[in-house]
Protein backbone atom coordinates (compact mmCIF):
# COMPACT_ATOMS: atom_id res chain seq x y z
CA UNK A 1 0.00 0.00 0.00
CA UNK A 2 1.47 3.14 -1.20
CA UNK A 3 -1.58 5.32 -0.83
CA UNK A 4 -0.86 7.08 2.75
CA UNK A 5 -0.17 10.67 1.15
CA UNK A 6 -3.62 12.45 1.13
CA UNK A 7 -6.11 12.95 -1.68
CA UNK A 8 -4.39 15.28 -4.24
CA UNK A 9 -1.08 13.19 -4.41
CA UNK A 10 -3.27 10.31 -4.83
CA UNK A 11 -5.21 11.85 -7.57
CA UNK A 12 -1.88 12.80 -9.39
CA UNK A 13 0.05 9.63 -8.65
CA UNK A 14 -2.21 6.78 -8.75
CA UNK A 15 -6.32 6.62 -9.18
CA UNK A 16 -6.22 4.46 -6.43
CA UNK A 17 -8.91 3.85 -4.07
CA UNK A 18 -10.27 7.27 -2.09
CA UNK A 19 -11.80 5.30 0.45
CA UNK A 20 -10.96 1.90 1.75
CA UNK A 21 -12.08 -0.40 4.37
CA UNK A 22 -10.37 -3.78 5.41
CA UNK A 23 -11.66 -5.93 7.74
CA UNK A 24 -14.22 -3.59 9.12
CA UNK A 25 -16.93 -4.78 11.86
CA UNK A 26 -18.94 -3.03 14.30
CA UNK A 27 -20.91 -4.13 17.56
CA UNK A 28 -22.50 -1.42 19.74
CA UNK A 29 -21.38 -2.41 23.42
CA UNK A 30 -21.93 -6.26 24.14
CA UNK A 31 -24.50 -6.39 21.77
CA UNK A 32 -24.48 -8.94 18.64
CA UNK A 33 -21.94 -7.71 15.64
CA UNK A 34 -23.96 -5.29 13.61
CA UNK A 35 -20.91 -5.19 10.55
CA UNK A 36 -18.50 -8.06 10.35
CA UNK A 37 -15.33 -8.46 7.76
CA UNK A 38 -16.32 -5.35 5.74
CA UNK A 39 -13.98 -5.04 2.75
CA UNK A 40 -14.67 -2.37 0.47
CA UNK A 41 -12.81 0.07 -1.76
CA UNK A 42 -14.07 3.26 -3.38
CA UNK A 43 -12.18 5.29 -6.49
CA UNK A 44 -12.52 8.63 -7.31
CA UNK A 45 -14.96 9.60 -9.29
CA UNK A 46 -17.38 6.24 -7.95
CA UNK A 47 -20.84 6.34 -6.89
CA UNK A 48 -21.55 3.08 -4.87
CA UNK A 49 -24.87 2.47 -3.40
CA UNK A 50 -25.81 -0.19 -0.43
CA UNK A 51 -28.64 -2.03 -0.71
CA UNK A 52 -30.10 -4.62 1.98
CA UNK A 53 -32.50 -5.33 4.09
CA UNK A 54 -33.18 -3.05 7.62
CA UNK A 55 -30.86 -3.75 10.15
CA UNK A 56 -27.85 -4.89 7.92
CA UNK A 57 -25.80 -2.08 8.95
CA UNK A 58 -25.71 0.03 5.61
CA UNK A 59 -26.21 3.17 7.92
CA UNK A 60 -23.51 1.96 10.14
CA UNK A 61 -21.01 1.84 7.15
CA UNK A 62 -21.87 5.44 6.21
CA UNK A 63 -21.21 6.63 10.26
CA UNK A 64 -18.39 4.51 10.42
CA UNK A 65 -16.76 6.36 7.00
CA UNK A 66 -17.66 9.59 8.40
CA UNK A 67 -15.98 9.07 11.98
CA UNK A 68 -19.04 9.26 13.95
CA UNK A 69 -18.76 6.15 15.54
CA UNK A 70 -15.76 3.96 15.89
CA UNK A 71 -15.11 0.33 14.20
CA UNK A 72 -14.62 -2.55 16.61
CA UNK A 73 -12.20 -4.31 14.31
CA UNK A 74 -10.69 -3.56 10.93
CA UNK A 75 -8.99 -0.45 9.41
CA UNK A 76 -10.58 2.47 7.43
CA UNK A 77 -9.06 4.96 5.41
CA UNK A 78 -9.91 8.08 3.75
CA UNK A 79 -7.47 9.18 0.81
CA UNK A 80 -5.05 7.51 2.23
CA UNK A 81 -5.44 8.84 5.56
CA UNK A 82 -6.87 7.91 8.98
CA UNK A 83 -9.04 10.62 9.51
CA UNK A 84 -12.34 11.36 8.07
CA UNK A 85 -11.35 14.83 6.97
CA UNK A 86 -13.13 16.31 3.42
CA UNK A 87 -16.17 14.06 3.77
CA UNK A 88 -19.81 15.21 4.40
CA UNK A 89 -22.57 13.14 5.49
CA UNK A 90 -26.31 13.78 3.84
CA UNK A 91 -28.70 12.65 6.91
CA UNK A 92 -31.81 10.58 6.46
CA UNK A 93 -34.05 13.83 7.08
CA UNK A 94 -32.48 16.66 5.61
CA UNK A 95 -31.55 18.08 9.47
CA UNK A 96 -31.57 21.60 8.92
CA UNK A 97 -31.39 23.94 11.93
CA UNK A 98 -34.88 25.08 11.96
CA UNK A 99 -33.81 28.97 13.54
CA UNK A 100 -31.31 29.75 10.66
CA UNK A 101 -32.80 30.64 7.26
CA UNK A 102 -32.04 28.32 4.17
CA UNK A 103 -29.08 30.73 2.99
CA UNK A 104 -27.74 30.52 6.87
CA UNK A 105 -28.38 26.84 6.87
CA UNK A 106 -26.11 26.19 3.44
CA UNK A 107 -23.32 28.64 5.23
CA UNK A 108 -23.10 27.05 8.21
CA UNK A 109 -20.37 24.66 7.13
CA UNK A 110 -18.11 26.82 5.54
CA UNK A 111 -18.95 29.17 8.49
CA UNK A 112 -17.68 26.33 11.48
CA UNK A 113 -14.44 25.88 9.11
CA UNK A 114 -13.69 29.89 9.14
CA UNK A 115 -14.44 31.44 5.20
CA UNK A 116 -14.59 35.06 5.12
CA UNK A 117 -17.73 36.54 4.84
CA UNK A 118 -17.56 37.04 1.46
CA UNK A 119 -16.49 34.18 0.07
CA UNK A 120 -19.13 32.70 2.04
CA UNK A 121 -21.79 34.48 0.95
CA UNK A 122 -20.75 34.15 -2.76
CA UNK A 123 -20.37 30.18 -2.64
CA UNK A 124 -24.44 30.22 -0.78
CA UNK A 125 -25.30 31.66 -3.52
CA UNK A 126 -23.29 29.22 -6.02
CA UNK A 127 -24.79 26.39 -4.14
CA UNK A 128 -28.28 27.38 -4.02
CA UNK A 129 -28.33 28.22 -8.25
CA UNK A 130 -26.52 24.51 -8.62
CA UNK A 131 -29.83 22.93 -6.28
CA UNK A 132 -32.20 25.10 -7.69
CA UNK A 133 -33.41 26.90 -4.65
CA UNK A 134 -32.26 30.50 -5.32
CA UNK A 135 -35.36 32.09 -4.38
CA UNK A 136 -35.67 30.53 -1.26
CA UNK A 137 -32.22 31.67 0.00
CA UNK A 138 -34.67 33.53 2.67
CA UNK A 139 -36.56 31.57 3.67
CA UNK A 140 -36.87 29.15 7.07
CA UNK A 141 -37.10 25.60 6.80
CA UNK A 142 -40.42 25.38 8.06
CA UNK A 143 -41.59 27.27 4.71
CA UNK A 144 -39.91 24.19 2.45
CA UNK A 145 -41.65 21.07 1.33
CA UNK A 146 -39.66 18.11 2.21
CA UNK A 147 -37.94 17.84 -1.42
CA UNK A 148 -36.50 21.54 -1.35
CA UNK A 149 -35.46 20.79 2.55
CA UNK A 150 -33.67 17.71 0.61
CA UNK A 151 -32.11 20.19 -1.79
CA UNK A 152 -30.80 22.42 0.69
CA UNK A 153 -29.25 19.79 2.45
CA UNK A 154 -27.17 18.73 -0.50
CA UNK A 155 -26.28 22.36 -1.15
CA UNK A 156 -25.20 22.52 2.38
CA UNK A 157 -23.11 19.41 2.05
CA UNK A 158 -21.52 20.34 -1.62
CA UNK A 159 -20.45 23.20 -0.07
CA UNK A 160 -17.46 22.64 1.10
CA UNK A 161 -16.67 20.59 -1.83
CA UNK A 162 -16.06 17.60 0.27
CA UNK A 163 -13.99 14.68 -1.97
CA UNK A 164 -16.41 12.03 -0.17
CA UNK A 165 -19.95 12.89 -0.20
CA UNK A 166 -21.84 9.83 2.32
CA UNK A 167 -26.09 10.03 1.58
CA UNK A 168 -28.05 8.07 4.24
CA UNK A 169 -31.28 7.35 2.38
CA UNK A 170 -31.45 11.34 1.32
CA UNK A 171 -35.04 10.24 -0.36
CA UNK A 172 -36.95 7.65 1.37
CA UNK A 173 -38.69 10.23 2.97
CA UNK A 174 -40.47 11.58 -0.39
CA UNK A 175 -42.82 10.60 -3.17
CA UNK A 176 -41.44 8.64 -5.76
CA UNK A 177 -42.12 11.37 -8.00
CA UNK A 178 -39.78 13.82 -5.96
CA UNK A 179 -37.18 11.24 -5.36
CA UNK A 180 -36.97 10.57 -9.13
CA UNK A 181 -36.74 14.23 -10.00
CA UNK A 182 -34.24 14.42 -6.77
CA UNK A 183 -32.48 11.75 -8.53
CA UNK A 184 -32.27 13.37 -12.39
CA UNK A 185 -31.07 16.42 -10.40
CA UNK A 186 -28.52 15.05 -7.79
CA UNK A 187 -26.88 13.19 -11.00
CA UNK A 188 -26.83 16.79 -13.36
CA UNK A 189 -25.42 18.78 -9.80
CA UNK A 190 -22.49 15.54 -9.99
CA UNK A 191 -21.98 16.58 -14.00
CA UNK A 192 -20.99 20.00 -12.93
CA UNK A 193 -19.37 19.51 -9.84
CA UNK A 194 -18.11 16.26 -9.47
CA UNK A 195 -18.08 14.35 -5.94
CA UNK A 196 -17.57 10.65 -5.22
CA UNK A 197 -20.65 9.35 -3.25
CA UNK A 198 -21.01 6.20 -1.15
CA UNK A 199 -24.94 6.31 -1.03
CA UNK A 200 -27.43 4.03 1.28
CA UNK A 201 -31.00 3.14 -0.01
CA UNK A 202 -34.24 0.71 0.01
CA UNK A 203 -34.77 1.30 -3.75
CA UNK A 204 -33.06 -0.97 -5.73
CA UNK A 205 -34.63 1.14 -9.16
CA UNK A 206 -32.69 4.17 -7.13
CA UNK A 207 -29.79 2.23 -6.72
CA UNK A 208 -29.32 1.32 -10.29
CA UNK A 209 -30.13 4.84 -12.08
CA UNK A 210 -27.53 6.49 -9.62
CA UNK A 211 -24.61 4.55 -9.07
CA UNK A 212 -21.97 2.91 -11.18
CA UNK A 213 -21.43 0.01 -8.98
CA UNK A 214 -24.26 -1.38 -6.11
CA UNK A 215 -22.97 -3.24 -2.89
CA UNK A 216 -26.15 -5.39 -1.82
CA UNK A 217 -25.43 -6.43 1.87
CA UNK A 218 -27.10 -9.68 4.09
CA UNK A 219 -28.34 -9.10 7.58
CA UNK A 220 -27.15 -10.11 10.97
CA UNK A 221 -24.51 -9.48 10.67
CA UNK A 222 -24.49 -7.18 7.99
CA UNK A 223 -21.89 -8.21 5.42
CA UNK A 224 -20.85 -7.84 2.26
CA UNK A 225 -23.50 -10.50 -0.05
CA UNK A 226 -22.55 -9.64 -3.38
CA UNK A 227 -21.54 -6.32 -5.64
CA UNK A 228 -23.31 -5.34 -9.22
CA UNK A 229 -21.54 -3.17 -11.23
CA UNK A 230 -23.61 -0.47 -13.17
CA UNK A 231 -22.52 -0.39 -16.88
CA UNK A 232 -24.99 2.54 -17.74
CA UNK A 233 -22.64 5.92 -18.40
CA UNK A 234 -23.46 9.18 -17.34
CA UNK A 235 -24.94 11.63 -17.71
CA UNK A 236 -28.04 9.34 -17.44
CA UNK A 237 -31.05 10.32 -19.16
CA UNK A 238 -34.53 10.24 -17.05
CA UNK A 239 -36.00 7.39 -19.93
CA UNK A 240 -32.83 5.14 -18.58
CA UNK A 241 -35.51 3.71 -16.19
CA UNK A 242 -37.90 2.77 -19.18
CA UNK A 243 -34.81 0.70 -20.86
CA UNK A 244 -34.62 -3.02 -21.38
CA UNK A 245 -31.23 -2.85 -19.60
CA UNK A 246 -32.09 -0.67 -17.05
CA UNK A 247 -35.04 -3.32 -16.15
CA UNK A 248 -33.09 -6.43 -16.96
CA UNK A 249 -30.44 -4.93 -14.15
CA UNK A 250 -33.31 -4.13 -12.05
CA UNK A 251 -34.74 -7.71 -11.93
CA UNK A 252 -31.61 -8.77 -11.40
CA UNK A 253 -30.60 -6.87 -8.50
CA UNK A 254 -34.01 -7.64 -6.92
CA UNK A 255 -33.52 -11.29 -7.30
CA UNK A 256 -30.12 -10.95 -5.62
CA UNK A 257 -31.40 -9.27 -2.59
CA UNK A 258 -34.58 -11.46 -2.48
CA UNK A 259 -31.82 -14.16 -2.61
CA UNK A 260 -29.84 -12.20 0.38
CA UNK A 261 -33.41 -12.47 2.25
CA UNK A 262 -34.18 -16.18 2.02
CA UNK A 263 -30.95 -17.76 0.68
CA UNK B 1 -63.20 32.43 16.04
CA UNK B 2 -62.22 35.86 14.35
CA UNK B 3 -59.33 37.78 14.90
CA UNK B 4 -60.21 40.93 17.05
CA UNK B 5 -63.14 39.93 18.40
CA UNK B 6 -61.01 38.22 21.02
CA UNK B 7 -61.91 40.87 23.21
CA UNK B 8 -65.41 40.78 23.90
CA UNK B 9 -65.89 37.27 25.94
CA UNK B 10 -62.97 38.63 28.66
CA UNK B 11 -64.98 41.97 28.58
CA UNK B 12 -68.54 40.15 29.44
CA UNK B 13 -67.11 37.84 31.83
CA UNK B 14 -65.94 40.76 33.43
CA UNK B 15 -68.64 42.71 33.39
CA UNK B 16 -70.44 39.76 34.70
CA UNK B 17 -68.23 39.48 37.73
CA UNK B 18 -68.52 42.65 38.48
CA UNK B 19 -72.33 42.80 38.70
CA UNK B 20 -72.31 39.90 40.65
CA UNK B 21 -69.88 41.70 43.28
CA UNK B 22 -72.79 44.07 43.85
CA UNK B 23 -75.40 41.74 43.79
CA UNK B 24 -74.07 39.67 46.43
CA UNK B 25 -72.68 43.19 48.61
CA UNK B 26 -76.18 44.60 48.09
CA UNK B 27 -77.86 41.42 48.78
CA UNK B 28 -76.25 40.18 52.06
CA UNK B 29 -75.57 44.19 52.85
CA UNK B 30 -71.98 43.37 53.67
CA UNK B 31 -70.12 45.87 54.82
CA UNK B 32 -67.58 48.06 52.79
CA UNK B 33 -64.46 46.86 55.71
CA UNK B 34 -65.35 43.41 54.91
CA UNK B 35 -65.68 43.73 51.29
CA UNK B 36 -65.42 47.01 49.25
CA UNK B 37 -67.31 47.28 46.14
CA UNK B 38 -65.55 47.81 43.14
CA UNK B 39 -66.22 51.11 42.70
CA UNK B 40 -65.16 51.82 46.09
CA UNK B 41 -61.58 50.02 45.26
CA UNK B 42 -61.42 52.24 42.27
CA UNK B 43 -62.14 55.30 44.36
CA UNK B 44 -59.23 54.33 47.37
CA UNK B 45 -57.10 53.23 44.62
CA UNK B 46 -57.39 57.05 43.16
CA UNK B 47 -56.84 58.70 46.22
CA UNK B 48 -54.33 56.77 47.06
CA UNK B 49 -52.50 57.24 43.45
CA UNK B 50 -49.20 58.80 44.60
CA UNK B 51 -48.57 56.41 47.41
CA UNK B 52 -49.49 53.43 45.57
CA UNK B 53 -47.48 54.34 41.89
CA UNK B 54 -44.15 54.84 44.55
CA UNK B 55 -44.91 51.40 45.84
CA UNK B 56 -45.40 50.02 42.61
CA UNK B 57 -41.84 51.72 41.79
CA UNK B 58 -40.44 50.16 44.58
CA UNK B 59 -41.63 46.62 44.33
CA UNK B 60 -40.64 46.88 40.10
CA UNK B 61 -37.49 47.50 41.20
CA UNK B 62 -36.57 44.87 43.45
CA UNK B 63 -39.00 42.10 40.80
CA UNK B 64 -36.57 43.37 38.04
CA UNK B 65 -33.53 43.05 39.98
CA UNK B 66 -34.41 39.99 41.17
CA UNK B 67 -35.36 38.52 38.05
CA UNK B 68 -32.55 39.91 35.84
CA UNK B 69 -30.22 38.28 38.45
CA UNK B 70 -32.02 35.01 38.49
CA UNK B 71 -32.32 34.72 34.35
CA UNK B 72 -28.36 35.73 33.61
CA UNK B 73 -27.36 33.49 36.77
CA UNK B 74 -29.58 30.69 36.08
CA UNK B 75 -28.71 31.11 32.05
CA UNK B 76 -24.66 30.80 33.15
CA UNK B 77 -25.18 27.84 35.32
CA UNK B 78 -27.23 25.62 33.35
CA UNK B 79 -24.70 26.13 30.80
CA UNK B 80 -22.37 24.99 32.71
CA UNK B 81 -24.34 21.91 34.50
CA UNK B 82 -25.83 20.83 30.82
CA UNK B 83 -21.67 20.84 29.73
CA UNK B 84 -20.22 19.16 32.66
CA UNK B 85 -22.43 15.82 34.27
CA UNK B 86 -20.41 15.72 36.84
CA UNK B 87 -20.99 19.46 37.99
CA UNK B 88 -24.82 18.39 37.13
CA UNK B 89 -24.89 15.41 39.70
CA UNK B 90 -23.22 17.68 42.32
CA UNK B 91 -25.32 20.79 42.06
CA UNK B 92 -28.89 20.02 41.16
CA UNK B 93 -29.90 18.47 44.35
CA UNK B 94 -28.76 21.59 46.32
CA UNK B 95 -30.77 23.55 43.79
CA UNK B 96 -33.67 21.45 44.46
CA UNK B 97 -33.24 21.76 47.93
CA UNK B 98 -32.85 25.47 47.70
CA UNK B 99 -36.12 25.56 46.13
CA UNK B 100 -38.02 22.83 48.55
CA UNK B 101 -37.37 25.60 51.31
CA UNK B 102 -40.02 28.20 51.73
CA UNK B 103 -39.18 31.46 50.90
CA UNK B 104 -40.91 32.32 54.42
CA UNK B 105 -38.06 31.04 56.00
CA UNK B 106 -35.48 31.93 54.15
CA UNK B 107 -36.91 35.58 53.60
CA UNK B 108 -35.92 36.55 57.76
CA UNK B 109 -32.44 34.64 57.02
CA UNK B 110 -32.24 37.11 54.53
CA UNK B 111 -32.70 40.23 56.35
CA UNK B 112 -30.22 38.62 59.21
CA UNK B 113 -27.87 39.35 56.35
CA UNK B 114 -28.67 41.71 54.10
CA UNK B 115 -30.73 43.89 56.43
CA UNK B 116 -34.09 45.72 55.62
CA UNK B 117 -34.84 46.39 52.25
CA UNK B 118 -33.88 46.32 48.74
CA UNK B 119 -31.03 43.32 48.78
CA UNK B 120 -33.12 41.54 50.57
CA UNK B 121 -36.51 42.06 48.37
CA UNK B 122 -34.25 41.30 45.23
CA UNK B 123 -32.75 37.80 47.33
CA UNK B 124 -36.33 36.41 47.68
CA UNK B 125 -37.27 37.42 44.36
CA UNK B 126 -34.34 35.82 43.00
CA UNK B 127 -34.96 32.92 45.05
CA UNK B 128 -38.54 32.41 43.83
CA UNK B 129 -37.20 32.69 40.08
CA UNK B 130 -34.05 30.99 39.80
CA UNK B 131 -35.63 27.63 39.51
CA UNK B 132 -37.49 27.68 36.79
CA UNK B 133 -34.91 29.15 34.72
CA UNK B 134 -32.36 26.73 35.18
CA UNK B 135 -34.52 23.38 35.17
CA UNK B 136 -35.55 24.88 31.80
CA UNK B 137 -32.75 25.88 30.10
CA UNK B 138 -30.85 22.80 31.48
CA UNK B 139 -33.16 20.40 29.97
CA UNK B 140 -33.22 22.68 26.75
CA UNK B 141 -29.16 22.64 26.82
CA UNK B 142 -29.39 18.40 26.88
CA UNK B 143 -32.08 18.14 24.17
CA UNK B 144 -30.80 19.49 20.81
CA UNK B 145 -30.97 17.39 18.09
CA UNK B 146 -28.64 14.27 18.06
CA UNK B 147 -28.69 14.53 14.22
CA UNK B 148 -27.58 18.44 15.10
CA UNK B 149 -24.49 16.88 17.09
CA UNK B 150 -23.32 14.86 14.13
CA UNK B 151 -23.68 17.82 11.77
CA UNK B 152 -21.54 19.97 14.02
CA UNK B 153 -18.80 17.01 14.67
CA UNK B 154 -18.59 16.15 10.44
CA UNK B 155 -18.06 20.42 10.04
CA UNK B 156 -15.10 19.26 12.87
CA UNK B 157 -16.94 22.00 15.19
CA UNK B 158 -14.79 23.52 17.93
CA UNK B 159 -16.55 23.33 21.24
CA UNK B 160 -17.10 26.66 21.62
CA UNK B 161 -18.91 26.97 18.13
CA UNK B 162 -21.27 23.98 19.28
CA UNK B 163 -21.96 25.96 21.72
CA UNK B 164 -23.02 29.50 20.20
CA UNK B 165 -24.38 27.73 17.22
CA UNK B 166 -25.95 24.98 18.28
CA UNK B 167 -26.70 24.99 21.83
CA UNK B 168 -27.53 28.23 22.38
CA UNK B 169 -30.04 28.20 19.63
CA UNK B 170 -31.92 24.95 20.41
CA UNK B 171 -32.17 26.02 24.33
CA UNK B 172 -33.80 29.33 22.94
CA UNK B 173 -37.26 28.24 23.58
CA UNK B 174 -37.06 26.26 26.71
CA UNK B 175 -34.46 28.89 28.56
CA UNK B 176 -37.92 31.50 27.24
CA UNK B 177 -39.69 28.89 29.18
CA UNK B 178 -38.38 29.38 32.63
CA UNK B 179 -38.20 33.04 31.69
CA UNK B 180 -42.19 33.36 31.23
CA UNK B 181 -42.47 31.06 34.40
CA UNK B 182 -39.89 33.07 36.15
CA UNK B 183 -41.43 36.48 34.83
CA UNK B 184 -45.07 35.88 36.22
CA UNK B 185 -43.12 34.60 39.30
CA UNK B 186 -40.74 37.70 40.01
CA UNK B 187 -43.51 40.63 40.99
CA UNK B 188 -45.08 37.69 43.41
CA UNK B 189 -41.36 37.27 44.89
CA UNK B 190 -40.72 40.90 45.26
CA UNK B 191 -44.04 41.65 46.67
CA UNK B 192 -43.65 38.65 49.19
CA UNK B 193 -39.99 40.48 50.11
CA UNK B 194 -41.58 43.31 51.18
CA UNK B 195 -43.94 41.73 53.21
CA UNK B 196 -41.53 40.35 55.12
CA UNK B 197 -38.53 42.49 54.64
CA UNK B 198 -39.77 45.73 53.36
CA UNK B 199 -38.63 49.34 54.32
CA UNK B 200 -40.99 52.57 54.31
CA UNK B 201 -39.98 56.21 53.90
CA UNK B 202 -43.34 58.71 54.99
CA UNK B 203 -45.73 55.76 55.14
CA UNK B 204 -44.63 54.74 51.55
CA UNK B 205 -43.30 51.09 50.84
CA UNK B 206 -43.75 48.80 48.22
CA UNK B 207 -46.95 46.60 47.29
CA UNK B 208 -46.35 44.00 50.11
CA UNK B 209 -45.40 46.94 52.75
CA UNK B 210 -48.42 48.85 51.95
CA UNK B 211 -50.50 45.64 52.30
CA UNK B 212 -49.49 45.88 55.75
CA UNK B 213 -50.05 49.21 56.53
CA UNK B 214 -53.54 49.65 54.86
CA UNK B 215 -54.83 46.28 56.83
CA UNK B 216 -53.28 48.18 60.13
CA UNK B 217 -55.15 51.16 59.46
CA UNK B 218 -57.99 49.20 58.41
CA UNK B 219 -58.10 51.04 55.10
CA UNK B 220 -59.68 48.07 53.76
CA UNK B 221 -60.72 49.71 50.11
CA UNK B 222 -56.96 50.69 49.68
CA UNK B 223 -56.07 47.11 51.04
CA UNK B 224 -58.03 45.77 48.09
CA UNK B 225 -56.40 48.14 45.54
CA UNK B 226 -53.21 47.08 46.08
CA UNK B 227 -54.08 43.75 44.97
CA UNK B 228 -55.08 45.50 41.50
CA UNK B 229 -51.50 47.32 41.71
CA UNK B 230 -49.65 43.91 42.34
CA UNK B 231 -51.46 42.65 39.02
CA UNK B 232 -50.75 45.63 36.96
CA UNK B 233 -47.40 44.90 38.16
CA UNK B 234 -47.54 41.53 37.08
CA UNK B 235 -49.27 41.99 33.79
CA UNK B 236 -46.28 44.28 32.92
CA UNK B 237 -43.82 41.51 33.41
CA UNK B 238 -45.45 38.91 31.98
CA UNK B 239 -46.19 41.16 28.55
CA UNK B 240 -42.41 42.15 28.94
CA UNK B 241 -41.19 38.72 28.92
CA UNK B 242 -44.02 37.59 26.45
CA UNK B 243 -42.65 40.38 24.21
CA UNK B 244 -38.74 38.88 24.09
CA UNK B 245 -40.32 35.46 23.81
CA UNK B 246 -42.14 36.89 20.68
CA UNK B 247 -38.72 38.82 19.17
CA UNK B 248 -36.62 36.04 19.54
CA UNK B 249 -38.85 32.50 18.38
CA UNK B 250 -41.64 34.79 16.20
CA UNK B 251 -39.85 33.64 12.70
CA UNK B 252 -38.93 29.75 13.57
CA UNK B 253 -40.11 28.50 16.43
CA UNK B 254 -43.53 26.00 16.12
CA UNK B 255 -45.41 27.86 18.72
CA UNK B 256 -45.27 30.69 16.63
CA UNK B 257 -45.70 29.21 13.07
CA UNK B 258 -48.91 27.42 11.58
CA UNK B 259 -47.96 24.48 10.09
CA UNK B 260 -50.55 24.63 7.39
CA UNK B 261 -49.40 27.34 5.73
CA UNK B 262 -46.25 26.23 4.71
Given at each position: ??????????????????????????????????????????????????IGPSGCGKSTILRLVAGLTA??????????AASPAGVFLVFQDANLLPWRRVSANVELPLMLRGDSVSVRRERVREM?????????????PWQLSGGMKMRVSIARALSVSPRLL?????????????????????????????????????????????????????????????????????????????????????????????????? | MKRGSGWILPTVTGAVLVALWYAIKGFWHIPTFVLPSPGEILEAGWQERRTLLSSILITGRGALLGFLAAVGIGFLMSLVMAFSF?????????????QMTPVIILAPIF???????????????????????????TMGFLSADRGWGELFAICGATRWQEIRHLRIPAAMPYFLTGVKIAGTLAPIGAITGDFLA???????GGIGFMTIAYFSQLKIPALFATGLVACVLGFLFVGGVSLLHWLLLRRWHDSFISKGEG
Open positions: MRVKDGFNNLLMTDPGPLVRLTGVGKRFGDGPAVLENIGFAAHPGDFVSFPSAGEITVGGLELVGLRDAARKFLLDEPFGALDEMTRNRLNEDLLAIRQKDPFTALFVTHSVAEAIFLSNRIVILSPNPGRIAREIAVPFPYPRPPELREAPEFLSLLAEASHALRSVLAP | RLKQSLYPYILMLVLWLGQGLPAIVAVTFMICFFPVVANTGTQQNGV
